[in-house]
């Protein structure tokens, strides 16, 4: 086990860092620990805490701006923003245990990315501090860059293999006054009074892919209409759309009722919700992909592409679930079954999408099932330049050594 340390401050980091620099040492950073299994674990002589960095340094509410130390957790940070009535208006699961720092080095996000997008598109500062120990930071109100890099979307996605963040810079924006959910109901029997959803995805492919198609044409019209939804996740048990909008009372209500007309226009069943069952509605969502087991898979493809994804993985015979992002086309794959099972949908998974049309990344899943396929799958034509940032920030591989994108 090795050794963890846990600084408090900027020049403490920068103080182990150079020490494990200059003595050869291999150095693991953690967080909040929710995204411990996303990848392989890094062969570490020493371990690096950023969480007694958890402060936020400066909260501009007039510029709609706050710097946050990487230590703090989303929703401690939101919670003070709020006094403001501002946000970072991210939601990855598990907020009450997710620190800044891993959310920015993983650039996770969740359901309201369709709106708002993910930490790249919200981060305008980074401060970090690299392996030989040397403070850098960029963007914010330090306009230029260090040494020609745009240092905050380069540390998003690195997942702490180039250097460690000690704070970032978002902007904000207003909290909602109001939210409303439609769930769009797509199944096949979705208008027949007193019918029951679909309990079973494999269920769907009994009447040939119509529920599917019915899905793409939902999704489609909403995206081609003049509404603003801050979510368009999907849900497969059952086959179903939430579609959130936030905004004051009278917008989100009536951009609900136009989503309902939308809907109902192509054939599948409508109910609006709001206040407690709606916040109870997303919680569960949240919930969907990781309360059990199985394999999570990161899908990354076209929105065109997910209806005939959805139409394959309902003709393989095993056993799944999927939530996500619908309108941009980021979801979370459970598959069940044994190690080899989920090697083979995932092998075949990547197998359907041809290069810059989608991806499929591995986030959870067994010893013997990583034993059977690469985490990251095909690294496509960006690898050389990858490895030349890595060898810019870190010659030695000694920061999260493995742990970043395709190995590095």
Do not use: C
């Amino acid at each position: 086990m090795a050794d963890l340390l846990q600084p408090a401050s900027v020049d403490e980091v920068a103080h182990a860092l150079a020490h494990a620099s200059r003595a050869k040492l291999r150095v693991a950073v953690h967080g909040g620990g929710t995204k411990v299994g996303w990848g392989p674990p890094p062969p570490a002589d020493v371990g690096i805490s950023t969480r007694r960095l958890d402060a936020v340094v400066a909260h501009r509410y007039g510029d709609l701006t706050a710097t946050v130390q990487a230590g703090a957790t989303l929703a401690a940070v939101n919670r003070e923003l709020a006094r403001h009535g501002q946000w970072i208006p991210l939601d990855p699961p598990s907020a009450d245990r997710a620190t800044i720092g891993g959310i920015v080095a993983t650039n996770d996000a969740g359901p309201r990315r369709h709106r708002y997008g993910t930490p790249r598109d919200l981060i305008i500062g980074i401060d970090i501090v690299r392996i030989d120990g040397t403070a850098a930071k960029s963007g914010g109100i330090v306009v230029k860059n260090v040494a020609g890099y745009d240092l905050g979307r380069l540390m998003t996605g690195s997942f702490g293999s180039l250097a460690v963040i000690t704070s970032a810079t978002f902007k904000l924006y207003p909290i909602p006054a109001a939210s409303r959910t439609v769930v769009i109901d797509v199944s096949e029997d979705a208008r027949l009074k007193g019918s029951r959803h679909l309990t079973d995805t494999r269920s769907a492919s009994l009447s040939g892919e119509r529920p599917f198609d019915r899905l793409d044409a939902v999704v489609s019209s909403l995206l081609a209409s003049q509404l603003t939804p801050t979510a368009i996740e999907l849900e497969t048990k059952p086959l179903r759309l939430l579609v959130r909008f936030e905004s004051i009372e009278a917008a989100a209500t009536e951009q609900a009722r136009q989503a309902t007309r939308i809907a109902e226009s192509n054939g599948a069943g409508t109910t609006i919700v709001a206040g407690a069952d709606e916040t109870a509605l997303w919680e569960a969502h949240e919930r969907r992909a990781w309360e059990d087991d199985g394999a999570v898979i990161k899908l990354t493809l076209l929105p065109k592409d997910l209806s005939a994804t959805l139409a394959w993985l309902a003709s393989t015979g095993e056993a799944w679930e999927m939530i996500g992002r619908a309108g941009v086309g980021a979801l979370l794959l459970r598959v069940d079954g044994d190690a080899a099972a989920q090697a083979r949908v995932l092998k075949d998974l990547r197998a359907r999408f041809a290069p810059g049309r989608g991806s499929a990344v591995l986030v959870r899943g067994s010893e013997a099932l990583k034993a059977l396929v690469d985490v990251w799958g095909p690294p496509g034509d960006s690898l050389p330049l990858m490895r030349a940032v890595k060898q810019q920030f870190d010659p030695e591989g000694l920061l999260n050594p493995g742990r970043g994108p395709f190995g590095l």
